[in-house]
């Protein structure tokens, strides 16, 4: 038996190649850590509310949210002309609620995540590898971002031309031309 049931269907979707860029990635990495996590299957916790928020604390002590934060700032000053860098550093961390998104992550985290997902996790992060693969990901999200936004506006760009047509229309969304007789 697989960590995804009976059969290897659920794993050929979850691998679906259709899937590109950095969804595709993040389910190949988040199956790896189950199937890793799996060889530590005697001493697994069984999967409650409980015990999720309990390693989603874990999982936070190991990747800090005020260290990815402290990234992303820079990476937003880095925009910012230099006589007023710091200044932009200091107001957006004065004004940021880091505890509100320590919360969240938390809440996030133990939602979504299994026990099985979140021990991998830890125990990815908790290696050097995991260690220098988080710290690059700032780099890599910002490497990104910028395509998804464009891609994201041509194609939402693309819908609405093509649903002003009435070509064709998005599910539940009535044609332009509907009722108009």
Same mark, same amino acid.
Not at 2 to 10: H, V
Not at 52 to 81: G, S
């Given at each position: 038996?697989?960590?995804?049931?009976?059969?290897?269907?659920?794993?050929?979707?979850?691998?679906?190649?259709?899937?590109?860029?950095?969804?595709?990635?993040?389910?190949?990495?988040?199956?790896?850590?189950?199937?890793?996590?799996?060889?530590?299957?005697?001493?697994? /916790?069984? +999967?409650?509310? &409980?015990?999720? @928020?309990?390693?989603?604390? =874990?999982?936070?002590? #190991?990747?800090?949210?005020?260290? !990815? /934060?402290? +990234?992303?700032? &820079?990476?937003? @000053?880095?925009?910012?002309? =230099?006589?007023?860098? #710091?200044?932009?550093?200091?107001? !957006?961390?004065?004004?940021?609620?880091?505890?509100?998104?320590?919360?969240?992550?938390?809440?996030?985290?133990?939602?979504?995540?299994?026990?099985?997902?979140?021990?991998?996790?830890?125990?990815?992060?908790?290696?050097?590898?995991?260690?220098?693969?988080?710290?690059?990901?700032?780099?890599?999200?910002?490497?990104?971002?910028?395509?998804?936004?464009?891609?994201?506006?041509?194609?939402?760009?693309?819908?609405?031309?093509?649903?002003?047509?009435?070509?064709?229309?998005?599910?539940?969304?009535?044609?332009?031309?509907?009722?108009?007789?």
């Amino acid at each position: 038996m697989t960590p995804f049931g009976a059969d290897n269907n659920a794993l050929n979707r979850w691998l679906d190649p259709d899937i590109k860029g950095p969804m595709r990635m993040f389910r190949i990495t988040v199956v790896l850590l189950a199937l890793t996590g799996s060889a530590f299957a005697g001493d697994v /916790l069984s +999967d409650t509310p &409980e015990n999720r @928020a309990k390693l989603a604390d =874990e999982y936070l002590k #190991e990747v800090p949210v005020k260290e !990815l /934060l402290d +990234d992303i700032t &820079e990476r937003i @000053a880095a925009n910012i002309p =230099e006589n007023k860098r #710091e200044e932009f550093k200091s107001m !957006l961390t004065k004004h940021f609620d880091l505890d509100a998104l320590v919360a969240a992550e938390k809440e996030s985290l133990a939602k979504v995540f299994t026990v099985g997902e979140l021990n991998a996790m830890i125990q990815y992060q908790s290696t050097p590898e995991g260690k220098s693969s988080m710290k690059k990901m700032g780099i890599y999200m910002a490497d990104l971002m910028p395509v998804i936004q464009t891609e994201l506006k041509k194609a939402i760009q693309a819908t609405a031309q093509e649903a002003k047509s009435g070509s064709q229309t998005p599910a539940g969304v009535p044609s332009p031309t509907a009722g108009n007789h």
